[in-house]
């Protein structure tokens, strides 16, 4: 025997050998599988013979049956173990609940289900109809209790509404009215939350209330989202109101926009331009943007820019404007006048000149307006000269020069008077008829309340 016939003789012997193996085994497991009592799976129904017979199932499927509401038109017939239910039912439920009884009956083999759902309108209605008497009657022998509870919530809420609305402590905890009306918000709401708990715990249902707290969050979280810009601008206005940056009639400038502060209502600031015209800024933007409040310090600077001429002596005319200036009235002393250098220009040297004026006292447009008039005058009378810009034209004509242009004319001005004029001091910011819109503005009936206060100090 050559070498590759041994080998291929090993293989078979091996292959012999495992396969005596595995049938050994299996005639050993079969037999024990045999042998052991069955038992019955979890769920199952006995018949009640340990030999069990298509007779004992059928009866025992139909016992159950006729037991049970919605299966009396459905029939059973039992062969070899194979059971067949065959007739009408309710629903697809009724359906599912058939099949699961048959199913746990010992002995079934298996299930022909051939049943239908039925068409008859009055007989599928008729489950739906029953469970509504029974809701109606539950209802109505829980009635009481429904008064009971429902009176109780009403008795909590009212007494809740009339604390908050008579007693006027919430005034003096709160800075402003706003707050109090928060305050007194947020109080009758807590009224209201302990009338439901004790209405639901009159009811027995108190495990409701983690039902209704959960919806009315995600209520409040939707609402949130959608009125996001109006709930960033009432926290604003809260903040506003506790911090007050400025009071009525205080000239801001806010991201741009100045007027004078006329009202701070729950949704935004109203300001009155210098021309008289209603701003209306979102308390947001108020809150989050940039606030220049001119009036919080009544002193407050002005200056200005004159351009004097190249051949001028620029220390006397730094000197002359400074002394014409520290003169007016209005200006103040401390802190004193001053002046310097600018920039060159291209016909004039720029001279800026800086004083300061109370705005309490005089009017700061006014003011500022007359100390360049002032100013002006003075140099001029020192014959120090304020050149316009001037322009070379040349024009050619058939190719002759047409001339120089004629020299500027200049008016006479060493005659002006330096005195100041008698209203540069009358304090009249922003003119009478901004006052008069200011006044009409604050005197308004607006269901909004002001949040601003002259009583609280600013912040």
């Not at 062969?79 to 065959?86: A, D, E, L, N, R």
């Not at 939707?222 to 205080?250: H, Y």
């Not at 009544?298 to 002596?313: K, W, Y």
């Not at 008039?373 to 120090?384: H, S």
């Amino acid at each position: 025997m050559t070498r590759i016939g041994k080998r291929s003789s090993a293989r078979l012997a091996v292959h012999a050998v495992v396969l005596a193996a595995v049938v050994f085994l299996s005639a050993v497991m079969a037999e024990a599988q045999d042998t052991a009592a069955p038992e019955a799976p979890s769920g199952q129904i006995a018949v009640g013979s340990s030999e069990i017979d298509d007779e004992e199932i059928r009866d025992r499927i139909r016992a159950i049956l006729g037991e049970m509401a919605g299966f009396e038109d459905v029939d059973v017939s039992v062969s070899s173990g194979v059971v067949t239910v065959s007739g009408e039912v309710i629903d697809a439920a009724a359906e599912e609940t058939l099949r699961s009884v048959v199913n746990r009956v010992d002995g079934v083999v298996a299930l022909e289900n051939e049943v239908t759902q039925t068409a008859d309108l009055e007989v599928r209605l008729a489950p739906a109809i029953e469970r509504l008497r029974q809701r109606v009657e539950r209802i109505a022998v829980n009635a009481p209790m429904f008064v009971l509870a429902l009176l109780a919530f009403a008795i909590v809420f009212v007494a809740g509404w009339l604390l908050t609305s008579r007693f006027h402590f919430w005034e003096r905890l709160a800075p402003n009215a706003f707050i109090s009306d928060i305050y007194r918000t947020v109080a009758r709401f807590l009224f209201a939350a302990v009338g439901l708990v004790v209405a639901l715990d009159i009811l027995n249902a108190t495990a409701l209330i983690g039902a209704v707290l959960g919806a009315a969050g995600l209520v409040g979280l939707a609402v949130g989202f959608a009125v996001r810009d109006t709930v960033e601008n009432f926290i604003a206005s809260v903040l506003l109101s506790l911090r007050q940056p400025f009071r009525p009639n205080d000239v801001v400038d806010i991201n741009g926009d100045l007027g004078s502060v006329a009202r701070l209502t729950s949704r935004a600031t109203i300001l009155i331009s210098p021309d008289g015209n209603q701003i209306r800024i979102p308390n947001a933007t108020v809150f989050k943007g940039r606030i220049v409040n001119y009036t919080r310090d009544p002193h407050r600077r002005f200056v200005f820019t004159l351009g004097v001429g190249p051949e001028t002596d620029l220390a006397a005319a730094l000197s002359r404007g400074t002394e014409a200036l520290a003169g007016l009235p209005f200006v103040l002393a401390d802190p004193p006048v001053s002046a310097w250098i600018e920039d060159v220009g291209e016909s004039s040297i720029l001279v800026t000149f800086a004083a300061w004026a109370d705005q309490t006292r005089s009017d700061f447009l006014k003011a500022r307006g007359e100390a360049i008039r002032v100013t002006k005058t003075a140099l001029e009378a020192e014959g120090i000269s304020l050149p316009e810009p001037t322009y070379r034209l040349k024009m050619e004509t058939g190719g002759t020069d047409a001339g120089e242009p004629r020299a500027a004319v200049r008016p006479p001005s060493a005659t002006l008077a330096l005195e100041a004029l008698p209203d540069a001091a009358t304090p009249d910011h922003a003119g009478l008829a901004t006052e008069k819109v200011l006044e009409r503005e604050r005197g308004s009936k607006d269901t909004s309340p002001d949040l601003l206060s002259d009583a609280r100090e600013a912040e």
